[in-house]
């Protein structure tokens, strides 16, 4: 007769296996297991080494969890900015080149470092968080100067620098490396903790500026960036932080860039766009995913002398005409129910209301209608085909 095995024979077979291999034995795996009547476990071992002659029950660091013991976890939602950004959820900023990724983030972690209690008067920060920074593009220089600044217009700021750190090798503050190297993960993590013993407190926010840096394969590949993500949220994990990813949008589309495993991988997804020319220093943000909360509405941001952010109402950041032309493309996208399933329909609708005689003068006016928080575009997958829908926002809906 064959007596079925229990979870503690199958996690000793195991075990048993790994140690025949030779005088010192190195492993990590995962093995699900019955434990107990209609549960099942999770049986994890991170990276160990052991003599041969010890017994695999002496083993310390397999945790046992299953689906009752995460039933039963008290699980607060904690926002690092709330309405934009919560623990354990990774976000990712993207935009073309020049707009202001970079600089958006050292706002962000001047304003969690100072502990203000509103970021833009928009969004509250419930207590003060240290940010690590993971970047190749900004010099030492360049951070000073852009400090130096923010905090002549607004001093408050200057509170917050001493929580915000900058991975590198002597001196420098920019660094790249791929985040599938071994050897480049334990720095970030050695760092990470020198950091947090300096600090006397643990890392929130840690910041990779720009993806590309911190990869080694094609970001058009989906196998290889999903792996990068992946690590990228396994190293953050171990830190206690949670992950921010900076990234490029496609030129002329204004959409992420790359392989669709980014948009995945990512809870929130934020999007900047200057509002018209290049040479403007208005900005729309615009939440385009998000996963696990509500969805913020698009709002305009003006970058000021002195490189703060300030806050711009949809009156005050286009001309009488401009403004007008929006409000006429989201009274037609209103007329088919406010939503548009491909940009040919919303073009033709729009031509409809407003007798336009040029395909591509509507589409300028839906672009602009975008860009400044009328509307709603949202990109999607259709076969082999990307394609881009159309919506109100929720208040104007």
Same mark, same amino acid.
């Given at each position: 007769?064959?007596?079925?095995?229990?979870?503690?024979?199958?996690?000793?077979?195991?075990?048993?296996?790994?140690?025949?291999?030779?005088?010192?034995?190195?492993?990590?795996?995962?093995?699900?297991?019955?434990?107990?009547?209609?549960?099942?476990?999770?049986?994890?071992?991170?990276?160990?080494?052991?003599?041969?002659?010890?017994?695999?029950?002496?083993?310390?660091?397999?945790?046992?969890?299953?689906?009752?013991?995460?039933?039963?976890?008290?699980?607060?939602?904690?926002?690092?900015?709330?309405?934009?950004?919560?623990?354990?959820?990774?976000?990712?900023?993207?935009?073309?080149?020049?707009?202001?990724?970079?600089l958006i983030s050292q706002d962000i972690a001047m304003h969690l470092g100072a502990g203000a209690p509103k970021i833009w008067g928009l969004f509250g920060i419930p207590k003060a968080r240290l940010s690590l920074f993971v970047q190749s593009e900004n010099s030492r220089r360049a951070l000073q100067t852009r400090?130096?600044?923010?905090?002549?217009?607004?001093?408050?700021?200057?509170?917050?620098?001493?929580?915000?750190?900058?991975?590198?090798?002597?001196?420098?503050?920019?660094?790249?490396?791929?985040?599938?190297?071994?050897?480049?993960?334990?720095?970030?993590?050695?760092?990470?903790?020198?950091?947090?013993?300096?600090?006397?407190?643990?890392?929130?926010?840690? $910041?990779? /500026?720009? %993806?590309?840096?911190? =990869?080694?394969?094609? &970001?058009?590949?989906? +196998?290889?960036?999903?792996?990068?993500?992946?690590?990228?949220?396994?190293?953050?994990?171990?830190?206690?932080?949670?992950?921010?990813?900076?990234?490029?949008?496609?030129?002329?589309?204004?959409?992420?860039?790359?392989?669709?495993?980014?948009?995945?991988?990512?809870?929130?997804?934020?999007?900047?766009?200057?509002?018209?020319?290049?040479?403007?220093?208005?900005?729309?943000?615009?939440?385009?995913?998000?996963?696990?909360?509500?969805?913020?509405?698009?709002?305009?941001?003006?970058?000021?002398?002195?490189?703060?952010?300030?806050?711009?109402?949809?009156?005050?950041?286009?001309?009488?005409?401009?403004?007008?032309?929006?409000?006429? $493309?989201? /009274?037609? %996208?209103?007329?088919? =129910?406010?939503?548009? &399933?491909?940009?040919? +329909?919303?073009?033709?609708?729009?031509?409809?209301?407003?007798?336009?005689?040029?395909?591509?003068?509507?589409?300028?006016?839906?672009?602009?209608?975008?860009?400044?928080?009328?509307?709603?575009?949202?990109?999607?997958?259709?076969?082999?085909?990307?394609?881009?829908?159309?919506?109100?926002?929720?208040?104007?809906?």
């Amino acid at each position: 007769m064959t007596t079925r095995p229990t979870a503690k024979n199958w996690c000793a077979s195991w075990l048993g296996l790994a140690y025949s291999t030779g005088g010192r034995c190195c492993f990590a795996g995962i093995l699900i297991v019955r434990h107990g009547p209609g549960a099942w476990a999770v049986i994890r071992s991170h990276k160990m080494e052991q003599d041969q002659d010890r017994k695999p029950d002496a083993v310390s660091q397999i945790e046992i969890v299953t689906l009752e013991d995460v039933y039963r976890d008290e699980i607060e939602d904690a926002p690092i900015i709330d309405g934009l950004h919560y623990e354990g959820e990774a976000l990712v900023i993207h935009a073309d080149g020049g707009v202001g990724k970079s600089l958006i983030s050292q706002d962000i972690a001047m304003h969690l470092g100072a502990g203000a209690p509103k970021i833009w008067g928009l969004f509250g920060i419930p207590k003060a968080r240290l940010s690590l920074f993971v970047q190749s593009e900004n010099s030492r220089r360049a951070l000073q100067t852009r400090a130096k600044k923010k905090i002549v217009g607004d001093s408050k700021l200057g509170c917050g620098i001493g929580k915000i750190f900058f991975c590198g090798y002597s001196g420098s503050v920019q660094m790249a490396g791929a985040i599938s190297d071994k050897k480049f993960r334990q720095y970030l993590l050695d760092y990470a903790k020198a950091v947090e013993d300096r600090a006397g407190e643990k890392i929130g926010n840690m $910041v990779f /500026d720009p %993806l590309i840096s911190f =990869s080694d394969g094609d &970001e058009n590949d989906n +196998a290889k960036m999903r792996r990068t993500l992946d690590l990228i949220t396994e190293t953050a994990g171990k830190i206690g932080a949670t992950p921010t990813v900076l990234h490029h949008s496609n030129k002329g589309s204004g959409e992420l860039r790359g392989a669709s495993a980014i948009q995945n991988w990512a809870r929130t997804i934020i999007k900047l766009e200057h509002i018209e020319a290049k040479s403007d220093r208005r900005i729309m943000v615009t939440n385009t995913k998000n996963n696990n909360h509500e969805f913020f509405k698009p709002f305009a941001l003006e970058l000021d002398e002195n490189l703060n952010f300030r806050h711009r109402k949809q009156s005050e950041i286009l001309s009488p005409k401009k403004a007008e032309q929006c409000m006429a $493309v989201a /009274d037609a %996208l209103r007329k088919i =129910s406010g939503r548009a &399933e491909t940009q040919d +329909a919303l073009i033709e609708q729009y031509r409809e209301c407003s007798a336009l005689k040029s395909d591509s003068a509507a589409q300028d006016h839906i672009n602009l209608a975008v860009k400044a928080g009328y509307i709603l575009s949202e990109g999607y997958r259709a076969g082999k085909l990307n394609k881009k829908r159309y919506l109100l926002p929720k208040e104007n809906g």
